[in-house]
């Protein structure tokens, strides 16, 4: 029997995770719709855009999927980049598990299917100060979900009457997005010092194509981390 106390405190750690999400669940709809009308200019019907966006669940890939199958290139090369633009998903899993030690079972590998980017970062940062619940996760991640796929095929069906959402930056959001959240990791030189390497990644980004410039951006990041880490006293 479940207990009244343990069901209200799943409720109010939902609604926390939702709250904290709730800027992420704005910011994702203006994305959402721009991938659906590039996706549709680029011979995807709405449909196709919105199931997509269902399954696929992952904008950096969508939009990388989307510019290469444009080009015609071949399926083997399609698969490789996307499987190297989501190797980045391993690392936050890794990341992101060491917090979830005492979740039942099962549950853990389900709930990781809604980690994104900002999820993982929301998430990551309540973790610094609170334990982490199951239902504070649900509330942190799966509300996007749901949000990135009905704003694809808003985009899909009216995008185009919009004009081009990168003219006006709507493609730098998710950049702009993501800074904000990082600045709640700051704790000092040495995060200036892992961000700083990591951006090393876009200087890959401008002489390697392909997915590579994210890899190595996280390797980087990781190798410094690991170079000035030490015990807080």
């Known amino acids: 029997m479940v207990q009244a106390g343990s069901t209200l405190t799943a409720r109010s750690e939902f609604r926390e995770g939702l ?8 910011a994702y709809a203006p994305i959402a719709a721009l991938w659906g009308t590039i996706a549709v200019s680029k011979g995807l019907s709405p449909l196709e855009a919105f199931l997509m966006s269902l399954g696929v669940y992952s904008g950096t890939a969508q939009f990388v999927a989307t510019d290469l199958w444009h080009l015609g290139l071949p399926l083997a090369y399609l698969i490789f980049t996307l499987g190297t633009v ?53 509330g942190a991640s799966f509300p996007l979900w749901p949000n990135w796929a009905l704003f694809t095929l808003i985009g899909a069906l009216v995008g185009k009457a919009f004009g081009d959402g990168r003219a006006i930056g709507l493609d730098f959001a998710f950049a702009a997005m993501f800074i904000a959240v990082l600045a709640g990791f700051w704790k000092g030189p040495r995060t200036g010092a892992i961000l700083a390497a990591s951006a090393a990644a876009c200087a890959a980004k401008i002489w390697i ?17 690991v170079l000035t880490y030490r015990e807080d006293t």
């Not at 709250?19 to 704005?26: C, E, G």
């Not at 194509?209 to 981390?225: K, P, Q």
């Open 19 to 26: 709250k904290d999400i709730s800027p992420m669940v704005i």
């Open 86 to 138: 989501g190797l980045r998903h391993v690392l936050m899993s890794a990341s992101v598990s060491r917090h979830m030690q005492g979740f039942p079972r099962g549950k853990a590998s389900f709930l990781l299917f809604w980690l994104t980017d900002e999820a993982w970062a929301i998430i990551e940062r309540r973790a610094l100060t609170t334990p982490l619940t199951p239902a504070y996760f649900f």
């Open 209 to 225: 194509s392909g997915g590579w410039y994210i890899l190595i951006g996280g390797a980087v990041g990781m190798l410094v981390a």
